[in-house]
Nanobody, 114 residues
Framework: QVQLVESGGGLVQAGGSLRLSCAAS????????WAWYRQPPGKQRELVAQ?????ETNYVSSVRGRFTISREKSTVHLEMNSLKPEDTAVYYC??????????WGQGTQVTVSS
């Protein structure tokens, strides 16, 4: 079984940067792909970025060019630049194993002030 722990959230001014990390423990070798989601206040959770085992990435249009997802060993990162107030949300990482079973992290708060 995989456990995920996110870190790196915080408060930043608009235009600033943050780097989120999500570390896997347990059966981390079973992870096939990763994703970052976010849930803004009062809104539904949405997909932000994905990275496959091959390294192929995909982004929601609102963050493309500003956010970068990457992975190393059993950790996935989300580099967030040019942050906007509308990026304020709880950010969650999600890992998929080779049978498409998913594990969620506990979430980390990102707040962007204007």
């Amino acid at each position: 079984q995989v456990q995920l722990v996110e870190s790196g959230g915080g408060l930043v001014q608009a235009g600033g940067s943050l780097r989120l990390s999500c570390a896997a423990s347990g059966s981390s070798n079973s992870i096939n792909s990763w994703a970052w989601y976010r849930q803004p206040p009062g809104k539904q959770r949405e997909l932000v970025a994905q990275i496959a085992r091959s390294g192929e990435t995909n982004y929601v249009s609102s963050v493309r060019g500003r956010f970068t997802i990457s992975r190393e060993k059993s950790t996935v990162h989300l580099e967030m630049n040019s942050l906007k107030p509308e990026d304020t949300a709880v950010y969650y990482c999600k890992a998929f194993d080779f049978m498409a079973r998913a594990t969620w992290g506990q979430g980390t708060q990102v707040t962007v002030s204007s």
